[in-house]
C-alpha cells in the first residue's frame, strides 16, 4: 500500500470451533464458513474519507445504555448521529456499520428484522474500544450474523510479541521534533564478551522487548543482576553495566506506531440461513404456491425461457434467447417440458429464479416475446432482441 494508511485485507474462508452441542439447525456447528475484513488504521485518527456517503443511513440501533435499562427496543438514528453523539466509537467502525446493512438489505434481509446490537461490557474483549453485532431475526429469535469490532492495536501487538516481527507503520514527519522516553540499552560488547555464542539471541531478545516487558524485567533485578530466559536456559545479566533502562532524548523524523485494527467479520452460513426464511413465502390465496422472493443480483439463476410448445418452429427462438443472455452474463436454464404454463412458473418460483422469459406462438409471427417478474407476476411484451438488456 506504499506505506500509506489506512491498509485493508479480506478473506473468507472456514473456520472450526469446539461445539460441544451442536444445535438450532444449521446456526450452531462446528465447521462454517466466514469472511471478513481486517482494516487497519492510526489509533488516534479513525476518521473516514467516505463516511459523508453513508452518514445519513437510519438503521436499528441497540446499544448498551438501553440494554442496560432491561429494554430491547432499538433505537432508530443515523450512523451520522450515532458517531457524533460518541454512541458509535469513530467513523470507520460507523462506515462499516452502514455498509454491512446495506450489504444485508441488498441480498434480501428484512430491514425490520435487522438491528446492531453493542457489546454490554461483561461481553468486551479487554483490549477492545466498541463492538457491535449486526442480528438477524428468524425461526430462533434473533440470531448474530456479523460481528463489527474495533480490537485497538491488540492483534498486531501480540503478533509481534510472538515472533518478534515489528509490526508497525513508520509515518514520515513534516517536521522533526523531539521525545524524550524511556529506551533498554543493551551493551553488544559486554553482552557478547560474557555469552559468547548466546549473545546474539540473548541480544535479540532485548531488544525486542516492549517498555513495558522492559520495565517489568528491570523491576527484577536483584544485587544488580536480571536474570533473562532465553529458549531452556537463564542468563545473569549485570545492570547498568549490561543492560539498563534509561531516559534519552531523540530527534524523530518518523513516527512509528502499531496501527488499531477494525473488523466486519460475517457468518456466511447464519446469514444464508436467514436469507431463505425471509425470502420464503407462500403465494396470497394459494398457499401451495410457494416462493423464494431472492433479490435478481444474488439469485442463481436469474431467467427461465419457457416455449409454449415442443414444436420445431419454436426452438431457433428459444436458442436465440438463451445465447442472447449468455453473451450477457444473465444465468438462465429452459423448461421444454409439457406441464402447463402455470405450474411451470410455480416451481421456478419455488426455487428463486425471478424472471421467466416465454416464446408463444406469437413469437414466431412478429419475433417478440413475454417476459413475467416473479414476485408481482407482471408480464409485459418485447421484441426478443430487447430481453438481454432488459
Known sequence: NNERMPFASAQIGKSFRNEISPRAGLLRVREFTMAEIEHYVHPDRKDHPRFKEIADIVFNFLPRSVQLEGSSTPVQISVGEAVASGMVNNETLGYFLARTAQFLWKIGIKKDLVRFRQHLPNEMAHYASDCWDAEIK?????????????????????????????????????????VTRKKLSVNKKDVGMAFKKDS?????????????????????????????????????????????????????????????????????????????????????????????????????????????????????????????????????????????????????DEVGIPFGVTVDFQTVKDNTVTIRERDSTQQVRVPISEVADI
Not at 442472447?324 to 429452459?334: K, Y
Open 138 to 178: 428468524n425461526s430462533y429469535g434473533w440470531i448474530e450474523c456479523v460481528g463489527c469490532a474495533d480490537r485497538a492495536a491488540y492483534d498486531l501487538s501480540m503478533h509481534t510479541k510472538s515472533t518478534g516481527e515489528r509490526l508497525v507503520v513508520r509515518e514520515r514527519l513534516t517536521e522533526p521534533k523531539q
Open 200 to 348: 546474539k539471541s540473548i541480544v535479540e531478545l532485548l531488544e525486542n522487548l516492549s517498555l513495558e516487558d522492559a520495565e517489568r524485567l528491570m523491576a527484577t533485578s536483584q544485587d544488580g543482576v536480571v536474570k533473562v530466559q532465553v529458549a531452556d536456559s537463564t542468563f545473569d545479566l549485570k545492570t547498568p553495566s549490561m543492560v539498563n533502562l534509561e531516559e534519552v532524548t531523540e530527534t524523530l523524523h518518523v513516527n512509528e506506531y502499531i496501527p488499531s485494527v477494525i473488523e466486519p467479520s460475517f457468518g456466511i452460513g447464519r446469514i444464508m440461513y436467514s436469507l431463505l426464511e425471509h425470502c420464503y413465502y407462500q403465494r396470497e390465496g394459494d398457499e401451495q404456491r410457494a416462493v423464494l422472493s431472492f433479490p435478481a443480483c444474488i439469485a442463481p439463476v436469474k431467467c427461465l425461457v419457457a416455449p409454449l410448445s415442443q414444436q420445431d418452429e419454436f426452438r431457433p427462438f428459444n436458442q436465440t434467447v438463451l445465447k442472447a443472455l449468455r453473451r450477457r452474463g444473465v444465468s438462465s436454464q429452459i423448461d421444454e417440458s409439457a406441464a402447463t404454463i402455470g405450474k411451470r412458473y410455480a416451481r421456478n
